[in-house]
């Protein structure tokens, strides 16, 4: 499991607490990943990796204390219902060709490759852990 840095600071030990909650839900075994049939209002658990760094997505370094981001993958059905609630495909899109589509909105990006077979259907999104603020959750 990957060790999140942050300071002794109550606001630091605060964001610690909230995303290790966040990233415990999302370590749920996939099996219970399927959406439910009719929405109840409870939280589902979905099939997600994360990546803790710091720099750029593009030149990632390890996390630092008070520069750390963290990129979300989305897999499953979550990542199929972001999809489709994203709107049209973006046909510039970074990544995008005949067997690929990419759809985006804000910091949310989704992508369907019917090439992969096992889970066509990923999505990313990233989090500014300093400032608390949404980020782009993959690089091209």
Not at 3 to 14: D, L, R, V, Y
Not at 42 to 68: C, F, H, I, V
Not at 69 to 93: H, R, T, V, W, Y
Not at 94 to 113: E, M, N
């Amino acid at each position: 499991m990957t060790t999140i840095f942050m300071s002794n600071s109550s606001e630091g030990a605060a964001m610690k607490r909230c995303v290790m909650l966040f990233l415990s839900v999302l370590m749920l075994p996939p099996s219970y990943a399927e959406t439910p049939t009719q929405w109840d209002g409870d939280y589902a658990s979905t099939k997600t990796s994360y990546l803790m760094y710091s720099g750029s997505l593009s030149e990632k370094e390890p996390p630092r204390t008070g520069s750390q981001k963290l990129s979300l993958m989305i897999e499953g059905p979550l990542a199929k219902e972001l999809f489709d609630s994203l709107g049209a495909n973006q046909k510039q899109a970074c990544g995008a060709s005949t067997g690929v589509r990419i759809r985006q909105r804000g910091d949310v990006t989704c992508a369907f490759d019917r090439e992969i077979k096992s889970a066509p259907y990923t999505c990313f999104v990233g989090l500014d852990l300093k400032t608390g603020k949404s980020m782009p959750g993959e690089s091209c």
